[in-house]
């Protein structure tokens, strides 16, 4: 459920999911279920959240391309 509005999210449940966005990478076909996979600089990310809300749906995508670490001992600030 995403709170405060209590909208429902459009793929709890499908395929026995219990993610709340759909996220693909590369050629992976869209609509795929999160998983393990460590993303890489230069991978395509698709993020895709749609949810239910008052007997309405709304979905809405965006992909993006994994930027290089610009510090690759993981250091912030």
């Known amino acids: 459920m995403a709170e405060p509005f209590a909208a429902l999210a459009l793929v709890w449940g499908q395929r026995g999911s219990h993610a709340v966005i759909c996220a693909s990478v590369n050629d992976v076909i869209v609509h795929g279920i999160p998983d393990g996979y460590r993303l890489q600089e230069g991978d395509l990310l698709s993020v895709d959240c749609g949810a239910y809300l008052d007997g309405w749906a709304?979905?809405?995508?965006?992909?993006?391309?994994?930027p290089q670490d610009p510090d690759p001992c993981g250091r912030r600030g």
């Open 58 to 66: 709304a979905d809405a995508a965006v992909s993006v391309v994994i």
